[in-house]
């Protein structure tokens, strides 16, 4: 009964309370709120970056000099340079905010082709089985239990082919992680559709005549994806950290296609030694924030997503709301100006 008036006083709110994360943040109280609107936080100052990075960026990626001449190299943070250049000449600064840019334009096409692709072959093997589904089972238990990071590598390497550049190097990356994640959105759809093939509203639907493919890509799709936005956000961090793993150990995308957060942290390891410490810190601490923003987005999500949790949410409101209306203090407040009439009489 609290469930279905939960969710007809979902229905009656404004379509912009109902957005996937809105939603989630209107529901959400204490550390699942602080963690779910710091993560937004953070995401959005990288979204902001990558968007506005022509604006923010002093310079280029590859930019190695201006109207002043050749920046120095490995120089210390300054006026000119406020968080340094690197060994190569590069300012960090401007290599940071466009590595935002890289990185969230890999995560998203990475995600959308593996979203894409292993709910297509999930919802297909799951519904109509046979031996269709026995091949597709185990190709995909082949590939989730291969190392996934040596598979990007080796993916990365046949795609690329060893050349460089923004859209083949995006491109490279995100089909590299996208077989790596596949599986994962295989596997969820596909015990999903095995479970809902069996269900009333399906034979009900078979029964009216409707065709194989509305039934699976209309009714069974729509309720086999509820939990696919929680392993979205997650791989979304896993996909970061493969991507600078990836550029980290050189099939990447070089330093004049674009500018990557691995490639910067794998040429700092020369600077440490030396006492040069701004080359790797400023990379590495924007990997560890959008990681950590990502993370935080995806915990509460799936905080929220635990009915267990929203019952104890709704127990502790139904409590307060009893213990209030039960007060004697509360129940005998009278408004002002108010009048009593007195025992045995007439006001």
Known sequence: MTTTLAAARDQ????????????????????????????????????????FAPII???????????????????PPSSDHIWG?????????SRVVWGAQTAIAVVIVAVILSVLIGVTLGLVS????????????????????????????????????????LVGGIVAAGISITV??????????????????????????????????????KHVLRNATRSLPLILTLNASE??????????????????????????????LSDTASGIWWTGVFPGAAIVLLVLGVT?????????ADPRLRTRRRAKRRKAVTSASSDPAV????????TTAPEGGRA
């Open 180 to 217: 790596v994640f596949v599986p994962q959105y295989f596997r969820v759809v596909r015990a999903e559709a095995v479970r809902l093939k069996s269900e009333a509203f399906v034979e009900s639907s078979k029964v009216v005549g409707s065709s194989t493919a509305r039934i699976m890509f």
């Open 296 to 304: 935080l987005v995806g915990e509460s999500l799936n905080d929220l």
């Open 57 to 75: 960026a002093p310079y280029g990626f590859g930019q190695l000099s201006d109207g002043a001449g050749s920046f120095p190299r490995q120089a």
């Open 239 to 268: 996909a970061i950290l493969t991507l600078a793993s990836l550029g980290f150990l050189g099939f990447g995308i070089g330093p004049t296609a674009a500018a990557e957060w691995g490639y910067d942290l794998n040429r700092a």
């Open 126 to 165: 799951g519904y109509l089985g046979g031996w269709l589904d026995r091949i597709l089972v185990v190709i995909a238990d082949a590939v989730y239990a291969f190392p996934s990071l040596l598979l990007a590598i080796v993916v990365s390497i046949v795609i690329s082919g060893g050349q460089s550049s």
């Open 12 to 51: 009656r709110a404004p379509w912009f309370s109902r957005l996937p994360i809105v939603a989630q943040l209107r529901r959400s109280v204490g550390l699942q709120r602080g963690m779910l609107i710091t993560g937004i936080v953070i995401c959005l100052v990288f979204l902001l970056g990558a968007i």
């Open 331 to 338: 129940g005998d407040t009278k408004t002002p100006g108010s």
């Open 85 to 93: 250049t690197t060994v190569g000449g590069y300012d960090v600064f």
